[in-house]
């Protein structure tokens, strides 16, 4: 399964990253996530409720930083459990590149499941991995639109809320962190960070 995309974001790139590595936010900003812990500067624990069609778990997962680069960059890796639902685990690079008074964050994620979860079949997975992606960052958004008013007051309208690209593909990679971006996020459910 992958995913890849990118969102403009009116907040700075410092802003952007400070924000991807608080835990309190994530847990926020994470459908279904009732626990986000910091284990270490580069390691937390996750839990999480996920359903995919009839198969609703709850989820515990791991997340680790690698190859980070602040406030630039880094490398997530998640696993996740949800006991007879299933696993998930992989990886997602996500990337802040500053512009004007905002930054773009883009993020590729290459992420497997296992058990009733992947029995779903891929169409049904893809879409509720692009489902939480969506609902990730428009949580995101309204976070730090709260957290940086003053950031949203100057973006244009169009930029404060980015639209999906049509053209980014659909065939489920995720958080979010975000992500964490969507990966994250579907790592999480499965991810994230």
């Given at each position: 399964m992958e995913m890849q995309g990118s969102r403009e974001l009116a907040i700075t790139q410092q802003q952007a990253w400070d924000a991807l590595n608080d835990p309190e936010v994530l847990k926020?900003?994470?459908?279904?996530?009732?626990?986000?812990?910091?284990?270490?500067?580069?390691?937390?624990?996750?839990?999480?409720?996920?359903?995919?069609?009839p198969v609703a778990a709850k989820?515990?997962?791991?997340?680790?930083?690698?190859d980070v680069n602040p406030p630039h960059s880094y490398t997530i890796?998640?696993?996740?459990?949800?006991g007879p639902a299933g696993f998930g685990k992989g990886n997602a690079k996500v990337l802040l590149t500053p512009h004007?008074?905002?930054?773009?964050?883009?993020?590729?994620?290459?992420?497997?499941?296992g058990g009733k979860v992947a029995q779903m079949g891929q169409r049904?997975?893809?879409?509720?991995?692009?489902?939480?992606?969506?609902?990730?960052?428009?949580?995101?958004?309204?976070?730090?639109?709260a957290r940086y008013p003053e950031a949203y007051a100057v973006a244009a309208p169009a930029e404060a809320v980015a639209a999906p690209d049509s053209s980014e593909p659909a065939t489920s990679r995720n958080a979010l962190w975000a992500v964490l971006a969507a990966a994250v996020v579907l790592g999480v459910y499965l991810w994230m960070r």
């Amino acid at each position: 399964m992958e995913m890849q995309g990118s969102r403009e974001l009116a907040i700075t790139q410092q802003q952007a990253w400070d924000a991807l590595n608080d835990p309190e936010v994530l847990k926020q900003c994470i459908p279904g996530c009732d626990k986000v812990e910091a284990h270490g500067p580069d390691a937390f624990s996750i839990g999480m409720a996920l359903k995919i069609g009839p198969v609703a778990a709850k989820f515990t997962g791991k997340i680790t930083l690698s190859d980070v680069n602040p406030p630039h960059s880094y490398t997530i890796s998640f696993e996740g459990q949800g006991g007879p639902a299933g696993f998930g685990k992989g990886n997602a690079k996500v990337l802040l590149t500053p512009h004007g008074s905002g930054n773009t964050l883009s993020y590729e994620v290459h992420a497997s499941v296992g058990g009733k979860v992947a029995q779903m079949g891929q169409r049904l997975i893809d879409g509720v991995a692009k489902s939480m992606a969506e609902d990730f960052f428009k949580r995101f958004d309204l976070a730090m639109q709260a957290r940086y008013p003053e950031a949203y007051a100057v973006a244009a309208p169009a930029e404060a809320v980015a639209a999906p690209d049509s053209s980014e593909p659909a065939t489920s990679r995720n958080a979010l962190w975000a992500v964490l971006a969507a990966a994250v996020v579907l790592g999480v459910y499965l991810w994230m960070r």
